[in-house]
């Protein structure tokens, strides 16, 4: 059977989740009433695990997937790079929490770059 949410169509006027409600569920924050519902709705709370399942495969998988290598933000903050991907680096780390903590890893530690740059 197919979980509540998709066979809405089929059974129009039963109650279902909304899709605010399934994803807050599948990050754990489901408000009280979306609690009570999939308490009633095990195979709606089964679909929500293996939801929240291929999230979290995904999130690993695609970790940093389109982020500049770190040879990349040491060229970067040594003004190796062309222009453009100068550019592209340094508004990358003004929206990317990741590479900015890595950038800043990289240029404040002790053995790090920053006694290198002249
Ligand atoms: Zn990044």
Known sequence: M????????????TQTLSSLSVLSA?????????????QT???CAAEI??????QNLLRTRLFRL????TDM??????????????ITIGDHLKICPHCAAE????TRTPTGLESDKS
């Open 2 to 13: 197919d979980p509540c949410w998709e066979s809405m169509q089929q059974h129009p006027g």
């Open 41 to 43: 709705h095990p195979q």
């Open 103 to 106: 950038f800043v890893m990289l």
């Open 26 to 38: 599948m990050d754990g924050e489901a408000d009280p009433e979306t609690l009570a519902y999939l």
């Open 73 to 86: 933000l040491i060229d970067h903050y040594f003004g190796l790079l062309d222009c453009d991907q100068h």
């Open 49 to 54: 695990t293996r939801l929240r399942w291929l």
């Open 66 to 69: 389109f982020c500049p290598s």
